[in-house]
């Protein structure tokens, strides 16, 4: 595998239940996002995470939990969305020079993950 | 506040124009970068160039080229001589040193014709 990779690409849950989305990346890199994109909406920056600690949380709803057990995976688990949280759910990853300076380089994005909330 | 506004929701041109992309920012910050990347139908978003704020020099790379105007909060993209796997969405960006916060425009849906 290269590059950054998410798993699963489509995901269509009820509002009950739980799940989690998987990103890789393979890029030996120390900083690692997640991002949602709605229809009509930009690109929305949700998690943010440094040498595997959270350094920002853009207000987002405690029924998206992020984890970053270490620099290459991180998870997002999700139980009891709404279907406003239907949503492209992107990863990406990037080389930062440390926590203070963060977002300043180019960052590799995985593919998506698809979410549908019934 | 922090905000990056791209005005043109959609751009339809045929193979071998010329278009620009818009792209204005607002901050307060002195530091920050500016940012492109493009969205292809396979959902990837892909970097295509990052400009900081102290470097107001225009770049080129291939049929791209890039204008940095702080004067304007401007940054435009300019594709030349455009081709069908131009088709995509671009997105500007802007990221506040320090901040940890990075904003996107709503993106340009740019469709090239044959």
């Known amino acids: 595998e290269t590059g950054v990779t998410q798993t699963p690409r489509h995901l269509v849950m009820g509002m009950t239940n739980k799940k989690s989305l998987k990103c890789e990346q393979h890029l030996g890199h120390n900083a690692m996002y997640w991002y949602k994109q709605s229809a009509k909406k930009p690109l929305e920056l949700m998690f943010v995470?440094?040498?595997?600690?959270?350094?920002e949380n853009n207000s987002v709803p405690s029924r998206f939990s992020p984890e970053c057990p270490n620099s290459s995976h991180l998870f997002l688990h999700l139980h009891t969305l709404q279907p406003e949280d239907s949503a492209l759910y992107l990863c990406?990853?990037?080389?930062?020079?440390?926590?203070?300076?963060?977002?300043?380089?180019?960052?590799?994005f995985g593919p998506g993950t698809r979410l549908t909330v019934l | 506040a922090q905000k990056v506004t791209q005005a043109q929701t959609e751009i339809s041109v045929v193979e071998k124009e010329d278009v620009t992309l818009d792209c204005v920012y607002e901050t307060r910050d002195t530091t920050y970068y500016l940012f492109w990347y493009k969205q292809p139908p396979s959902g990837e978003l892909v970097f295509l160039i990052r400009?900081?704020?102290?470097?107001?020099q225009n770049e080129i790379s291939g049929r791209y080229s890039w204008n940095f105007q702080k004067s304007t909060s401007s940054f435009n993209f300019t594709i030349t001589a455009s081709q069908v796997v131009d088709s995509a969405v671009y997105f500007c960006a802007l990221s506040e040193a320090g901040r940890g916060k990075l904003i996107f425009g709503q993106g340009t849906e740019l469709s090239v014709k044959p």
């Open positions: 995470y440094s040498l595997e600690e959270r350094v």
């Open positions: 990406a990853s990037s080389q930062e020079s440390g926590k203070t300076s963060l977002l300043y380089n180019e960052q590799f």
């Open positions: 400009r900081n704020s102290f470097d107001e």
